[in-house]
């Protein structure tokens, strides 16, 4: 069971306080109208059917993606600054991951902790020994929520194999055969364009191939996709010829050089020589984990300010150290207030959401942070915003958040117009991913008019 949450204020994404439309919203309103919301519905899911668009596998293994009718609109004042704070946020997170493996000042200066770096699940000190590449996070996927005062802040930093692209691609395309569209900045063309150059380190000319599992790795759909649009080969560690390209394109559930056991993973026994001899490059690389690692998320503004000079653009939901002792005991103290995680899990598994937790159950869950707070992190719960989404007929408010999607090419850091608004279907839910049963809107960047 869990408790009943105090009412709190949320931001609305398509109403003001006063009910009325905010801007781009009346057009959203007014095609809604226009439609039978059941059958526009069934045309959406047909549409993705017809794709093959499904996540956990392929065939029977993998389950429907779900798409809302309502799309989602962020006009373009909104999104340009969005997008200027996490290019931003981009670039200070690859320098850290560089700085990480290539002398560690950050450390050195007492910016963050060396315990913080060491003990990250993904920091694999044998990368130092590797020759530079040119680019390291060529696709970050920055998990972005919206505070009830409308302030985008930062929930989760992910640098390894970010999903979702695909998905963002396959929303556009299931809501188009449903609604018209008021003309938002084109998705589909425009990532790839961005992507292809990051991939290939702004070099038009590098060999560029994709390294999937297969169609045993739950994203492989989105392999599939991302390989047709980007004309690059999708190859398997079966099938790959390390002599034939310049960069490798992982998205390999491995993702490490080394398992917990000491022995090399398969991809990393793959890629090892050609990488010390500097033959290939990996993307996004190896060893990107450090920065995917909660804890290390309490410490981006900070590598904003050290690496780039600059304040951040777009600020990180408050997060805790639990390795300080004074931090440790302000979350103790406020468990009913708290967002609480396992430090190295993923996808939504294992969060504890105070606000909606019996007392008992806050008494529980503190004392297994008490017992072992370096494995834990705690954020400040956010109410973080809703958006109207088509629920048995009607239209109730849901939370929603955004993965943003930002490539880089070893010089510039850009946003891709709009990605993924990820809503979670149950009333009251603050956990929205695929895998615990959410689903995703289209998410349309308006420009502005003049």
């Known amino acids: ?43 959406v899911r047909r549409r993705l059917l017809s794709d093959g668009c499904v996540f956990g596998g392929v065939g029977a293994s993998g389950e429907a993606f779900r798409v809302d009718l309502v799309p989602r609109v962020i006009c373009g004042e909104d999104w340009d600054a969005l997008a200027g704070g996490l290019e931003q946020r981009v670039r200070a997170l690859d320098a850290f991951v560089r700085d990480v493996y ?18 990250a699940e993904y920091f694999e000190p044998e990368l130092t020994e590797l020759p530079p590449q040119r680019v390291l996070v060529a696709l970050a996927g920055l998990d972005i929520v919206r505070t009830p005062e409308g302030e985008f802040q930062v929930l989760e930093d992910n640098l390894r194999t970010p999903s979702g692209l695909a998905y963002a691609f396959a929303a556009r395309r299931a809501v188009a055969t449903a609604l018209e569209s008021p003309d938002p900045i084109p998705l589909e063309e425009t990532a790839i364009a961005i992507l292809s150059r ?22 492989f759909w989105e392999h599939s996709v991302l390989a047709e649009l980007l004309d690059i080969p999708l190859v398997t560690l079966e099938t790959l010829d390390v002599d034939a390209y310049d960069v490798v394109y992982r998205r390999t559930d491995d993702d490490r050089l080394r398992g917990t056991d000491g022995s090399f993973t398969d991809v990393g026994a793959a890629l090892i020589e050609p990488l010390r001899a500097g033959r290939i490059h990996c ?38 150290d639990l390795g ?35 007392p008992g159950d806050r008494a529980a869950m503190a004392a297994v942070v008490r017992a072992d707070p370096t494995n834990w992190i705690a954020q400040e719960t956010v109410f973080f915003s809703t958006h109207p989404t088509l629920i048995g007929g009607r239209l109730e408010p849901r939370h929603v958040d955004l ?31 695929s895998s615990q049963g959410g689903g995703a809107k289209d998410t349309w960047v308006l420009q502005d008019e003049a």
């Open 1 to 43: 069971m869990t408790a009943t949450p105090v009412a709190q204020r949320i931001y609305d994404e398509a109403f003001t306080d006063d009910g009325e439309p905010r801007r781009g919203y009346d057009r959203v309103l007014e095609l809604l109208s226009l439609v039978d919301h059941p059958a526009a519905l069934r045309h």
């Open 324 to 358: 300080v002792p004074a931090a440790l005991e302000e979350v103790l103290d406020r468990m009913d207030e708290m967002v609480v995680k396992p430090r190295s899990a993923y996808g939504g598994e294992g969060v504890f959401v105070g606000p909606h937790a019996l």
């Open 403 to 433: 993965r943003a999607f930002v490539a880089f090419d070893g010089v510039r850091a850009t946003a891709i117009p709009g990605g993924l608004s990820r809503v979670a279907y149950e009333e009251g839910n603050l956990i929205v991913n």
């Open 283 to 320: 993307v996004n690389a190896l060893g990107n984990g450090v920065a995917d690692d909660k804890l290390l998320h309490a410490y981006v503004e900070d590598m904003v300010r050290f690496y780039l000079g600059e304040e951040p653009r777009v600020r990180s939901v408050p997060t805790f």
């Open 198 to 219: 990051a991939l290939r380190g702004g070099d038009p000319t590098a060999r560029l191939a994709m390294l999937t599992d297969g169609p045993g790795n739950t994203a």
């Open 102 to 119: 290539r002398g560690r000042s950050i450390v050195d200066e007492g910016v963050v902790p060396e315990r913080v770096v060491h003990g």
